[in-house]
């Protein structure tokens, strides 16, 4: 199933702010949701609120469970290692065929959304960068007019912004701004050698952070709710 391109302008609307609710944790992992408190909170109608369940429960944030209700699926850290380690191997071709796709058209949206980032860190809003983040990834995957990276990351992206917020966040924010900065930066400069390397630095900084996690005891708010092993 594809889902590249929604047949309407309000099923998109619906899924993005489907998502962003639980990245951002709004609706937490493993809370267990019905139709009508999605249509209530995002103020959209049945038909995209129904086409963005299921686009997320094919990119495998939601389940649909028949007769229960729609579950946000768990968080796994171990998961979190393996998504990123296919980043690693996609990410940097999909940025360099960004660069080489982009035009001077471009640089104003760059800019702009380099000094979105720069004011997120200087308010300490997580969120907002997030927000950014996905900007980016959107911005990139465009560009990069390659519709087959595009439905592999796409959906590993999502998943990624959920973990990082949920774990790392908090204490990795300036760190993060960096990277992202260090990959904006190579864009705007035109280099497709340099987009490449930022890309796998930030994504092996990443990498790195995740690993600290596993084997440790993380949080109960966290962990699957029947306390087993994801």
């Known amino acids: 199933m594809i889902f590249d391109k929604p047949s309407t302008s309000q099923a998109t609307l619906a899924y993005r702010k489907l998502e962003g609710l639980i990245v951002e944790q709004y609706f937490a992992p493993g809370s267990l949701l019905t139709e009508n408190q999605i249509i209530e909170k995002l103020g959209l109608g049945r038909t995209p609120i129904r086409e963005a369940v299921q686009r997320l429960a094919w990119e495998g944030l939601i389940e649909i469970r028949s007769r229960i209700g729609i579950k946000v699926v768990e968080l796994c850290p171990e998961k979190f290692i393996k998504l990123l380690e296919i980043r690693m191997a996609l990410e940097p071709m999909m940025v360099a065929e960004a660069v080489r796709n982009s035009t001077t058209d471009d640089r ?20 907002a960068f997030m927000r950014c983040d996905r900007k980016l990834d959107d911005f990139l995957m465009k560009k990069s007019s390659n519709e087959f990276l595009i439905q592999v990351l796409s959906p590993l992206m999502a998943h990624s912004r959920r973990y990082w917020f949920s774990y790392i966040a908090g204490n990795e924010l300036k760190n993060n701004v960096r990277l992202h900065l260090a990959v904006l930066d190579a864009c705007l400069a035109g ?11 930030l994504v092996q900084g990443i990498i790195e952070t995740a690993k600290a996690f596993v084997g440790k005891q993380l949080s109960p708010k966290f962990l699957p709710h029947d306390g087993r092993p994801c």
Do not use: N, W
């Open 191 to 201: 280099s497709e050698t340099q987009a490449s390397s930022a890309v796998k630095d």
């Open 108 to 127: 104003a949206t760059l800019e702009a959304l380099r000094a979105e980032i720069l004011d997120a860190e200087s308010k300490e809003d997580a969120a």
